[in-house]
């Protein structure tokens, strides 16, 4: 490992954070800490601090992990640290002035702590507990750390610790989902129980050596995103339609408000119900730019949407909704190349809504083309789907389509809706990397993949429907097959809800990526802040839920339902977000 120091300057704006939000933290003097285990340098991602009066460093819990190779776990929900290696097993609980070791209390000069979204905890206590000899040498702001073992090195994440050598691998827009009660997916905001978090476990991997999960993600690297909903009101505004300036105005706005808490990337609506916010030769325009579908705006407002984007620096998203036709029952107001028109054979009413039929090859590749048209003609950062495949309830009549489009002669009409799922997903994103390699291409499926009462590797949750059987989404393919580049399940239920909790599904989605190129990104619901739900009376939610994502190095980064329930700043959200961001 080569040497290298912790950077002064980043340091010094580190240490302003902490030293604003956190009481008892010091700013250390001018000069450069460093730590040395055996002769080599630990690095570290984020800077230590000194802990006022107590003279005692502070490191990240990344530094016990990677640079000690001790065992570690943090439970966001309960603030508990703990760290295993050898015979200690060392509990630390968040702001508590003592720790257990061995179960023994050992009082502490410095508790562990969350700090600007990283977990802290007191290097001299640790590093002695698990053996090491530890010395301080101010004059050259230097932590030494020995093992008292001639020869001992640290390698990658390989560490000798007291007598033995450890190794630690810190290895969109729904319709209706149903959890013991109905919640809607990026839309409503029904009530829903919710209890307090297991802590996060480790896994074994296939030699038996503990595998912890403890990579932190860093804030100012990670994809932050904001959904952009034209048919939900995010843009534009009702009173903006008919005026092409004041819908620039609106989304300009929107913008500096949105990066201004964080956000670095948009995915913006253009296709909401078989229509488009950009000159389509497929599909019309759509109504709400002027309140009449089929009506030219004026302007180009994809162009002007990506262009406005770009010029912050924020990456832009196509979002499609792939097989909506209309978000009502009737053709009554749709432009005359619409979809439904056109090929009335191709749609199937299902309750309120009218869908394009999935089953029908001819109907897929219209899709497909239509949403090639934005990626050969505009400068997008990535194609985005939300769960429109198959509706959530209702009777949806496929079965004559069934009997007429089944090539492969599958015998159970799942199955049959599943491939035909699959192929559109399959042939996408052959067509969005042939043409464009660099334009990324995800999805963002219902929260739940599979019960475990349906499928012993689904994840622990009692979900009323889900992605698989319900939607016929077979995400794992996707993942397996690479067929996507990320996924951003929705994941809207708040820690430790026992029918679906948040805790267990970003365990589970982050297993089920492990082994892939496959990215995830994690759909949070700030919509629900300050709703009658338990765990949602305060914005802090959201901020647990960020703070838990820490530990899990597959997730990428988070996007946020939607634009306009992060602009209404419930409950002081957005300091909350500048602040867990470093803003």
Known sequence: MNRKKIGLMAAGLLLAVQTAIVPGVQAAPTGEIEIILDGQ??????????????????????????GLGAQV???????????????????????????????????????????????MVPLRFVGEELGLKVDWQASERVITLS?????????????????????????????????????????NNDGQDAVNSPSTSTKEDSSGSSQGNMAQVKATTSMRGAWISTINGDWPSSGARNSSE???????????????????????????????LYPSDLVPWSKYLTNTQGKNPGYDPLKFMISESHKRGMEFH??????????????????????????????????????????????????????????????????????YFYPYSGTFDDDATFKAYNANKISNKGDWRRDNVNSFVRDLGKSIHTSKSKVQFGISPFGVWRNKSQDITGSDTKAGVTAY?????????????EWIDYVAPQIYWSIGFPAAGYDKLVAWWSNEVKNSDVKLYIGHSPYKIGTPEKGWQSAQELIKQLELNENYKQV???????????????YGLIQLLQNYYQL
């Open 147 to 187: 093992s008292g073992k001639e020869g001992a090195s640290t390698s990658g994440n390989t560490s000798s610790v007291g007598s033995g050598s450890l190794t630690s691998d810190t290895s969109a827009s729904g319709n209706q989902e149903s959890v013991s009660t109905d919640q809607g997916a990026k839309a």
């Open 246 to 276: 004041k819908q620039k105005q609106e989304f300009t706005k929107m913008l500096d408000d949105l990066q201004g808490m964080g956000i670095n990337a948009v995915f913006v609506q253009v296709r909401a119900s078989g229509d488009a």
């Open 41 to 66: 340098s630990l690095q570290s991602d984020a800077s230590p601090y000194i802990v006022q009066g107590a003279n005692v460093t502070m490191v990240p819990l990344r530094v016990i992990s990677e």
């Open 73 to 119: 776990n943090w439970s966001a929900s309960s603030g508990t640290v703990t760290i295993t290696a050898q015979n200690k097993n060392i509990s630390m609980d968040n702001g508590a002035q003592s720790a257990t070791v061995n179960g023994k209390s050992v009082r502490l000069d410095a508790s562990a702590r969350m700090s600007s979204g990283r977990v």
């Open 469 to 481: 059987d319900t939607t016929f989404a077979d995400v794992r393919t996707w993942i397996n097959k």
């Open 556 to 570: 990428k980064g988070d996007i946020y339902f939607s634009a306009q329930h992060l602009r209404k700043n419930p």
């Open 318 to 387: 196509a979002w499609f909704n792939p097989f909506r036709a209309n978000s009502t029952g009737t053709t009554s107001g749709l432009a005359a190349n619409h979809v439904a028109n056109q090929h009335p054979d191709w749609i199937v009413k299902n309750g309120s809504q009218l869908y394009i039929n999935p089953g029908i090859p001819a109907a897929r590749q219209h899709v497909i083309a239509a949403i090639m048209e934005v990626v050969n003609g505009y400068d997008i950062d990535g194609v985005h789907l939300d769960d």
